[in-house]
């Protein structure tokens, strides 16, 4: 196999180890994205609100906070590359417990933040750039896994939107008023309903196909490219979460060459 392949994977992990640390701590409060603060130490930590959780299942303040910070601990293993395939499972399962305690505060984000943990530290991204590198698995299978995941996000994304409310520019427009979009892009959006649309559709067409773009070796790198320009473009004009920073470190492993070695 080659050896960018590998390095991508292990590039991949250290990419998305640093923002799974960051924003499910206190650091995330020091980004200028409101949406990434945290309320106290760590993500998932109790807090004086009525429980809830999903199906009912709520666990005690003491179970939370523990979780928390095994989570804490595991993700920081994940990111330097000490068992980090068992680090980064604990702490991707143990993030997806954390939302389960908050349904009414689902955000996707972490969602995707904690799915994409789970799906690396079950590829070769362990067996390279790390401290304790876990015995290798098979490259082209750890990235025909994180292309596929990768390329369902977008697709799905592009799913989603496929709806009038969407596609004629009412949401984008609802965005803009509610000040969900920074200032001069929620401006332009309110003053010209034809942009709204533009754009509305001009996003499912990328989404989906990006998401099929990533699946194919001709459209792979360009399907990269579009990627990273169009969370570029969402960053200047909303700041939504770390959600860019989550897929630009996924979308590294998906720029891995499948080409194998002579």
């Given at each position: 196999?080659?050896?960018?392949?590998?390095?991508?994977?292990?590039?991949?992990?250290?990419?998305?180890?640093?923002?799974?640390?960051?924003?499910?701590?206190?650091?995330?409060?020091?980004?200028?994205?409101?949406?990434?603060?945290?309320?106290?130490?760590l993500y998932g930590w109790p807090t004086d609100t009525w429980p809830m959780?999903?199906?009912?299942?709520?666990?005690?303040?003491?179970?939370?906070?523990?979780?928390?910070?095994?989570?804490?601990?595991?993700?920081?293993?994940?990111?330097?590359?000490?068992?980090?395939?068992?680090?980064?499972?604990?702490?991707?399962?143990?993030?997806?417990?954390?939302?389960?305690?908050?349904?009414?505060?689902?955000?996707?984000?972490?969602?995707?933040?904690?799915?994409?943990?789970?799906?690396?530290?079950?590829?070769?991204?362990?067996?390279?750039?790390?401290?304790?590198?876990?015995?290798?698995?098979?490259?082209?299978?750890?990235?025909?896994?994180?292309?596929?995941?990768?390329?369902?996000?977008?697709?799905?994304?592009?799913?989603?939107?496929?709806?009038?409310?969407?596609?004629?520019?009412?949401?984008?427009?609802?965005?803009?008023?509610?000040?969900?979009?920074?200032?001069?892009?929620?401006?332009?959006?309110?003053?010209?309903?034809?942009?709204?649309?533009?754009?509305?559709?001009?996003?499912?067409?990328?989404?989906?196909?990006?998401?099929?773009?990533?699946?194919?070796?001709?459209?792979?790198?360009?399907?990269?490219?579009?990627?990273?320009?169009?969370?570029?473009?969402?960053?200047?004009?909303?700041?939504?979460?770390?959600?860019?920073?989550?897929?630009?470190?996924?979308?590294?492993?998906?720029?891995?060459?499948?080409?194998?070695?002579?």
């Amino acid at each position: 196999m080659t050896a960018s392949r590998e390095h991508l994977l292990g590039a991949a992990r250290l990419a998305l180890g640093t923002v799974l640390v960051i924003r499910t701590t206190a650091l995330s409060n020091l980004l200028p994205i409101p949406l990434a603060h945290v309320n106290g130490p760590l993500y998932g930590w109790p807090t004086d609100t009525w429980p809830m959780a999903w199906a009912d299942c709520v666990v005690p303040d003491g179970v939370e906070r523990a979780a928390a910070i095994v989570r804490t601990v595991a993700a920081g293993c994940f990111l330097v590359g000490v068992r980090a395939r068992l680090a980064g499972t604990i702490a991707g399962a143990l993030g997806l417990l954390a939302m389960s305690q908050d349904p009414l505060g689902f955000i996707f984000t972490l969602y995707t933040l904690f799915l994409g943990t789970i799906v690396l530290a079950n590829t070769d991204a362990t067996s390279m750039l790390a401290l304790r590198p876990d015995p290798p698995l098979d490259a082209r299978s750890s990235l025909a896994l994180v292309r596929i995941v990768v390329a369902s996000i977008y697709v799905w994304a592009a799913i989603a939107k496929m709806h009038a409310e969407w596609l004629d520019g009412r949401v984008l427009l609802f965005l803009a008023e509610d000040r969900l979009l920074l200032s001069r892009p929620a401006r332009l959006l309110v003053e010209h309903p034809w942009l709204r649309i533009g754009v509305a559709w001009s996003a499912v067409s990328a989404e989906l196909g990006i998401g099929l773009g990533l699946l194919f070796g001709r459209t792979r790198l360009w399907a990269v490219g579009a990627a990273l320009v169009m969370h570029g473009v969402f960053e200047v004009a909303a700041r939504p979460d770390v959600m860019g920073l989550v897929m630009a470190s996924l979308l590294v492993a998906c720029a891995a060459t499948p080409r194998v070695a002579r």
